[in-house]
């Protein structure tokens, strides 16, 4: 007579564990090469566009104010300002994001940060941006005034008019994740020994330094 061959439980348990595994593992394989191919697609677009940063122009600085207040070293300041953005890219467009404008005297800040609205730059446009940048009673260094003295005698003064915040890059329908932007513009003036009547101004097409 034939033996007849049985399969215990274990057994059939083992090989349907089995089976799961292979199904898990074959899952796994399938769902990486697809995120991989994703990724290098999105990749390969973005080395193939390879975007440019925007490009900042000083359009116009005007100080109405920069005095101190007797002798406890506080300085109240107002300055109004006009820059020039501008995307490069002909396929890339810039969505800015968290915006603020300062200005700087020396390597102090002589300003407040001040907002501006975000805003989308399509492919090639340009934006002009106005920001009225206030100081109140801001602590400045002691030798502030002498700085200031020696530019008057000098017949020039030297302004940095900063902007940070973030911006993303939009491919199509693909928008990047947020890279941080630094603007520095210097603006020079005509500063002699007699106090003018109006602002100090300077007009002038300058580029200004931006890193992303």
């Known amino acids: 007579m034939s033996q007849a061959l049985l399969k215990s439980p274990k057994h059939c348990g083992d090989k349907q564990g089995l089976k799961i595994n292979k199904l898990c593992k074959k899952l796994f394989v399938v769902f990486s090469t697809l995120f991989t191919s994703i ?4 990749l390969l677009v973005w080395l193939i566009l390879h975007p440019t940063k925007p490009q900042f122009s000083l359009k116009e600085a005007d100080i109405y104010q920069l005095n101190l207040s007797g002798t406890s070293n506080l300085l109240n300041s107002s300055v109004q300002l006009t820059l020039l ?10 969505y ?4 603020q ?3 700087a005297y020396k390597g102090q800040q002589i300003t407040v940060y001040t907002s501006l609205p975000p805003f989308y730059q399509g492919h090639e446009d340009s934006n002009v941006l106005t920001a009225s940048l206030i100081g109140n009673g801001l602590p400045v260094a002691p030798s502030f ?3 200031v003295g020696r530019d ?3 017949g020039r003064l030297v302004l940095n008019l900063k902007v940070l915040g973030r911006l993303r ?3 199509g329908t693909w928008v990047s994740g947020r890279y941080r932007v630094t603007v520095d513009c210097v603006a020079v003036m005509a500063f002699g020994p007699s106090l003018p009547t109006g602002p100090l101004t300077t007009r002038q097409g300058n580029r200004c330094s931006t890193s992303v």
């Open 101 to 103: 404008v300062y200005a």
């Open 169 to 171: 890059w939009k491919v």
């Open 39 to 42: 990724l290098s697609l999105i």
């Open 85 to 94: 953005s501008k995307n490069p890219n002909q396929k890339v467009g810039i």
């Open 152 to 154: 008057q005698t000098a």
């Open 145 to 147: 005034g002498y700085e």
């Open 96 to 99: 800015y994001d968290e915006l």
